[in-house]
């Protein structure tokens, strides 16, 4: 049966038109050419699907993404959950239990987790909840819809994994907009609520690996292991080498 899936004959791929060219730089460009090319010589067909929505994702996911983390994180108080910062005894007038807490609901998240906390608890305070979080989720469903639709030509839907190679570890810390501008290829996954998996897609600028991201729809994740089955077997030394233990 292994043999037979390193076969891709019949499998159809669409890649996204507001995904490719402008926004990605040169070398993941490239990635994703070769990429499609593999494809082809294992039998599939390619073509280019649209999802018109997709320039939305990263306005929809990150509001709905941290609306959920500050929903979900409200319990971390020191109180009950979490660590707690300090003791209860009463100081400073009094303020000893609301200055624990205040340190409490801070302690254990980075600098990135509690921007983001701040972020989910403007959008779903009063008086801005349908204006953001609200419409966030009306995005997130035509988003949804997109893909479905897009499904209905193709098996699977191709994106590069990111705009570009892999940038100095804390080059963008003082740049966070940067940073969320960097996800408008993966967050589309997580609003569709459908599987996705990254695959190498060789080197590209500076001599840095890039990849190329393949969705599939609903409870149609074999047809991902399919797909990267087929792609290992074909160029393996693009993929780390698995444990001994794990072939």
Same mark, same amino acid.
């Given at each position: 049966?292994? +043999? &037979? =899936?390193?076969?891709?004959? %019949?499998?159809?791929?669409?890649?996204? $038109?507001?995904?490719?060219? +402008?926004?990605?730089? =040169?070398?993941?460009?490239?990635?994703? &050419?070769?990429?499609?090319?593999?494809?082809?010589?294992?039998?599939?067909?390619?073509c *280019?699907? @649209?999802?018109?929505?997709?320039?939305? %994702?990263?306005?929809?996911?990150?509001?709905?993404?941290?609306? *959920?983390?500050?929903?979900?994180?409200?319990?971390y108080? %020191?109180?009950?959950?979490?660590?707690?910062?300090?003791?209860?005894?009463?100081?400073n007038?009094?303020?000893?239990?609301?200055?624990?807490?205040?340190?409490?609901?801070?302690?254990?998240?980075? +600098? +990135?987790?509690?921007?983001?906390?701040?972020?989910?608890?403007?959008?779903? @305070?009063?008086?801005?909840?349908?204006a953001?979080?609200?419409?966030?989720?009306?995005?997130?469903?035509?988003?949804?819809?997109? !893909?479905?639709?897009? !499904?209905?030509?193709?098996?699977?839907?191709?994106?590069?994994t990111?705009?570009?190679?892999?940038?100095?570890?804390?080059?963008?810390?003082?740049?966070?907009? @940067?940073?969320?501008?960097?996800?408008?290829?993966?967050?589309?996954?997580?609003?569709?609520?459908?599987?996705?998996? @990254?695959?190498?897609?060789?080197?590209?600028?500076?001599?840095?690996?890039? %990849?190329?991201? !393949?969705?599939?729809?609903?409870?149609?994740?074999?047809?991902?292991?399919?797909?990267?089955? =087929?792609? *290992? &077997?074909?160029?393996?030394d $693009? !993929? =780390?080498?698995?444990?001994?233990?794990?072939?």
């Open positions: 049966a292994l +043999e &037979q =899936a390193s076969d891709l004959t %019949g499998l159809r791929v669409g890649v996204v $038109t507001e995904l490719l060219g +402008e926004g990605n730089s =040169a070398g993941v460009q490239a990635g994703l &050419q070769s990429m499609m090319t593999r494809l082809e010589e294992l039998g599939a067909s390619i *280019e699907v @649209s999802l018109p929505h997709s320039r939305y %994702g990263i306005a929809a996911y990150y509001l709905v993404a941290p609306a *959920e983390a500050s929903s979900n994180l409200a319990r108080d %020191g109180m009950v959950y979490s660590r707690r910062d300090g003791d209860n005894n009463p100081d007038n009094g303020r000893g239990q609301s200055d624990v807490m205040m340190r409490s609901r801070g302690a254990g998240f980075g +600098e +990135e987790v509690r921007r983001r906390i701040l972020i989910g608890s403007y959008a779903l @305070s009063a008086g801005y909840y349908d953001y979080y609200g419409k966030a989720l009306k995005v997130r469903r035509l988003i949804a819809d997109d !893909f479905n639709k897009a !499904f209905e030509q193709v098996d699977v839907i191709a994106t590069p990111a705009t570009s190679v892999a940038y100095p570890v804390g080059a963008k810390q003082d740049d966070p907009l @940067s940073v969320y501008l960097d996800d408008i290829d993966t967050v589309l996954a997580n609003l569709a609520g459908i599987g996705a998996i @990254s695959i190498p897609a060789g080197l590209a600028e500076d001599g840095l690996p890039c %990849g190329v991201q !393949f969705h599939a729809p609903i409870l149609e994740d074999s047809r991902l292991l399919r797909l990267s089955y =087929a792609l *290992e &077997q074909h160029t393996p $693009t !993929f =780390a080498p698995l444990a001994p233990n794990y072939r």
